[in-house]
């Protein structure tokens, strides 16, 4: 069992930035891969951001140059920077864990909302 809890939402407009941050609690050996999926009002749930334990990340393209994912293994936390946000950004981010990279993971965030005014 792992549990994923996430902070760091919120609303900021166009150009604005945050991080939202992810700590992962209990078997967290089975974790080899992190990262963040976001659904927008009426879209489907897509990658935003993953990393692996060993430093290997992947983007999604719309965020490629705006959003830097990394993580603190001694802290087991992964991080989002999102920076120059855009409104095609707002929405539900959500935390996830799994096996390995570009495999969804069985463990969720509760969700968390970011909000881009134009």
């Known amino acids: 069992q792992v549990q994923l809890v996430e902070s760091g939402g919120g609303s900021v407009q166009a150009g604005g930035s945050l991080r939202l941050s992810c700590a992962a609690s209990?078997?967290?050996?089975?974790?080899?891969?992190m990262g963040w999926y976001r659904q927008a009002l009426g879209k489907q749930r897509e990658l935003v951001a993953a990393i692996t334990t060993g430093g290997n990340t992947r983007y999604t393209d719309s965020v490629k140059g705006r959003f830097t994912i990394s993580r603190d293994r001694t802290k087991n936390t992964v991080y989002l920077q999102m920076n120059n946000l855009k409104p095609e950004d707002t929405a539900v981010y959500y935390c996830?864990?799994?096996?390995?990279?570009?495999?969804?993971?069985?463990?969720w965030g509760q969700g968390i909302q970011v909000t881009v005014s134009s």
């Open positions: 996830n864990s799994g096996p390995a990279l570009g495999v969804t993971g069985r463990y």
């Open positions: 209990g078997s967290i050996r089975s974790i080899d891969a």
